[in-house]
């Protein structure tokens, strides 16, 4: 199955590599369910760069999991699909994900990825596991030959091969475990919080490599609560808020003229260098975001939003195309 769209400039027809229906995912608790991911729809086009953000506990990283289909409980899958090149993942059983679809079409870098690794094992012995379970045959002389060549296009030596994760810096291990996860050259790489407990320094490293990997046609997801990071690398912005997509569009667009009354909040909440923005008022965001267990109805947003009206808080709003902006508020 193939999709066309336009660009978020709208001069562009694209394939989409990821299309997301109506995909739900609740965490099972003693007190009932926590929609972490609740009715969350969006595309991706191919070697794009979508931007994930929002305020913790917002879904980003239920998200990524449901994109892979790494489902475990207490998570649960509920309802919608993942078409990744057409194939509807939940269509398949696990086992047939693991083979056909995890690290081939779309691969995690999970958060705290430094910690992935297992301490016990060198680095190769991880990787040798992580191939022989898609190609049984595939010899050590072999995978080691593939391991170095996605170690260099990381910045890592091959000789890192033979050490054991402790024997790493903390961004040579994130940068390890990208390597691990472009292995079997999948079309979509998800990175959940690459840059986070990273010195500024390595922080432009990794971002560095992740331009690679574009430059190799990856598509990339990018989550993370960082909005300058999201600005420098990444070519759309979706904006996520108690489990619900509340605005999608061109970086720069949502930054400098953000539409929905959330992203509005979380922009004038961002320290930012540049004059005319740090020359504005910061302002924090009123309230706390709602309790997932008894969500409110309507807007989950519509008991911090100073422009909430009755239907706010009796209907859920849609996700809107508006001026090639997708946005889901009543009052746009």
């Known amino acids: 199955m193939k999709s066309l769209i336009l660009d978020f400039e709208g001069d562009k027809v694209m394939d989409e590599i990821l299309i997301v229906e109506g995909l739900k995912g609740f965490w099972r608790t003693r007190f009932g369910y926590i929609k972490a991911v609740d009715d969350v729809s969006f595309n991706m086009r191919r070697t794009e760069v979508v931007g994930i953000v929002g305020e913790s506990g917002c879904g980003k990283s239920t998200l990524s999991r449901l994109l892979t289909g790494a489902v475990e409980p207490p998570l649960q899958y509920i309802d919608g699909k993942v078409l990744i090149e057409g194939l509807d993942l939940y269509s398949l059983s696990p086992r047939e994900r693991r083979k056909r679809v995890n690290g081939k079409l779309i691969s995690l870098v999970p958060q ?55 024997e790493l810096s903390g961004g040579m291990r994130q940068r390890a475990v990208i390597a691990i996860s472009i292995l079997l050259n999948p079309k979509v ?32 997801i990018f989550i993370t609560h960082d909005i300058a990071t999201v600005r420098q690398i990444s070519d759309r912005m979706m904006v996520m808020y108690a489990g619900k997509v509340v605005e999608i569009g061109g970086t720069e667009s949502v930054i400098h003229d953000p539409l929905h009354p959330y992203t509005k909040a979380l922009m004038s909440a961002v320290i930012s260098l540049e004059k005319e923005i740090r020359e504005k008022q910061i302002k924090s965001i009123p309230g706390a975001p709602p309790d997932l267990l008894n969500p409110p109805l309507g807007c989950r947003f519509s008991p911090r939003c100073p422009y909430s009206t009755a239907i706010c808080k009796k209907k859920s709003p849609p996700l809107k195309d508006i001026n090639g902006r997708s946005v889901a508020c009543w009052m746009v």
Not at 124 to 142: A, F, G, T
Not at 147 to 152: D, T, V
Not at 192 to 214: F, G
Request: net charge neutral; glycine share 2%.
């Open 112 to 166: 705290s990825a430094m910690n992935a690794l297992n301490p016990t094992k060198k680095i190769i012995d991880l990787i040798v596991d992580v191939v022989r379970e898609h190609q049984p045959r595939c010899s050590k002389e072999e995978i080691f030959k593939i391991a170095a060549e996605k170690f260099r296009e990381v910045g890592l030596q091959p000789d890192v091969l033979d050490l054991y994760p402790f």
């Open 189 to 220: 790489v998800i990175t959940d919080e690459p840059t986070s407990a990273l010195d500024v320094s390595t922080q432009k490293v990794i971002l560095n490599v992740l331009w690679r990997l574009k430059r190799m046609g990856i598509s990339l």
